[in-house]
C-alpha cells in the first residue's frame, strides 16, 4: 500500500500471481485442443476471480484509477479469449461479452458493495432514490422534411428472386414517424 492509497502494490501483486496460473493454463488449453471454455470458466471462476477479489471491499475506490483498471484489464483479457476460445487480437470488450464475463473492475465494486450490505451498512440510501429512468429524460422529435417518404408514407419490400426471376414478393406499411432507412 502506498502513502496515496492506490493500493498499486497490491494489485501488482495479486494480477502476477493470477497471471503465473493463467500462463501454466494457457500451456494445458491451447486454442484449438485441450480444455474446453466452460473449464477455463470454472477456473477463472473458482481460482482467479477470489486471488483478485482478495480484500476488495478495501481497495475498491481503487477501481477508478485508470491505471488499476488497465492492469485488471490486461489480467482479464487472456482468459475471456481463453473462455471463448478467441484469437490473440480479439479486444478485451469483444472477449468478455463473447465470453459472458464481467469486467473485473464492476467485478470489484459489485463484490465490495455485498461486503457492505452483508456487514449490516445501511443501503436506505439507495431506496430514497428515484429510478434512474426518471432522472434523465430524453428529448426526440420528428423530422420535418423527410425526401424519403412519399405522401408520407413509409413501407419496405420483400422479393424472392431464384435464377434471376422474382418468385414472391410482398409489402409492408411502416409507421409514418418511420423512416425508409428504419
Same mark, same amino acid.
Given at each position: 500500500?502506498?502513502?496515496?492509497?492506490? @493500493?498499486?502494490?497490491?494489485?501488482?501483486?495479486?494480477?502476477?500471481?493470477?497471471?503465473?496460473? @493463467?500462463?501454466?493454463?494457457?500451456?494445458?488449453?491451447?486454442?484449438?485442443?485441450?480444455?474446453?471454455?466452460?473449464?477455463?470458466?470454472?477456473? +477463472?471462476?473458482?481460482?482467479?476471480?477470489?486471488?483478485?477479489?482478495?480484500?476488495?471491499?478495501?481497495?475498491?475506490?481503487?477501481?477508478?484509477?485508470?491505471?488499476?483498471?488497465?492492469?485488471?484489464?490486461?489480467?482479464?483479457?487472456?482468459?475471456?479469449?481463453?473462455?471463448?476460445?478467441?484469437?490473440?487480437?480479439?479486444?478485451?470488450?469483444?472477449?468478455? #461479452?463473447? =465470453?459472458?464475463?464481467?469486467?473485473?473492475?464492476?467485478? #470489484?465494486?459489485?463484490?465490495?458493495?455485498?461486503?457492505?450490505?452483508?456487514?449490516? @451498512?445501511?443501503? *436506505?440510501?439507495?431506496?430514497?432514490?428515484?429510478?434512474?429512468?426518471?432522472?434523465? =429524460?430524453?428529448?426526440?422529435?420528428?423530422?420535418?422534411?423527410? *425526401?424519403?417518404?412519399? *405522401?408520407?408514407? #413509409?413501407?419496405?419490400?420483400?422479393?424472392?428472386?431464384?435464377?434471376?426471376?422474382?418468385?414472391? @414478393?410482398?409489402?409492408? +406499411?411502416?409507421?409514418? +414517424?418511420?423512416? #425508409?432507412?428504419?
Amino acid at each position: 500500500m502506498n502513502r496515496k492509497l492506490t @493500493f498499486r502494490s497490491h494489485i501488482s501483486a495479486t494480477s502476477k500471481k493470477a497471471t503465473d496460473i @493463467f500462463k501454466q493454463l494457457s500451456r494445458a488449453a491451447k486454442v484449438t485442443w485441450s480444455l474446453n471454455g466452460e473449464i477455463t470458466r470454472t477456473i +477463472s471462476v473458482a481460482i482467479i476471480e477470489p486471488i483478485v477479489l482478495y480484500a476488495a471491499s478495501v481497495w475498491a475506490p481503487a477501481t477508478e484509477l485508470e491505471l488499476i483498471k488497465k492492469q485488471l484489464n490486461a489480467l482479464q483479457r487472456g482468459f475471456a479469449q481463453k473462455i471463448c476460445r478467441a484469437y490473440c487480437t480479439v479486444s478485451l470488450t469483444s472477449a468478455t #461479452v463473447l =465470453s459472458g464475463t464481467l469486467p473485473l473492475d464492476l467485478r #470489484v465494486q459489485e463484490c465490495a458493495s455485498l461486503y457492505r450490505t452483508k456487514r449490516g @451498512f445501511s443501503l *436506505d440510501y439507495l431506496l430514497d432514490q428515484p429510478h434512474p429512468s426518471r432522472l434523465m =429524460s430524453v428529448r426526440y422529435g420528428l423530422l420535418e422534411s423527410d *425526401d424519403s417518404k412519399i *405522401d408520407e408514407c #413509409v413501407g419496405s419490400a420483400l422479393t424472392w428472386r431464384e435464377e434471376g426471376r422474382e418468385m414472391a @414478393f410482398s409489402t409492408f +406499411s411502416l409507421d409514418t +414517424s418511420c423512416t #425508409v432507412f428504419q
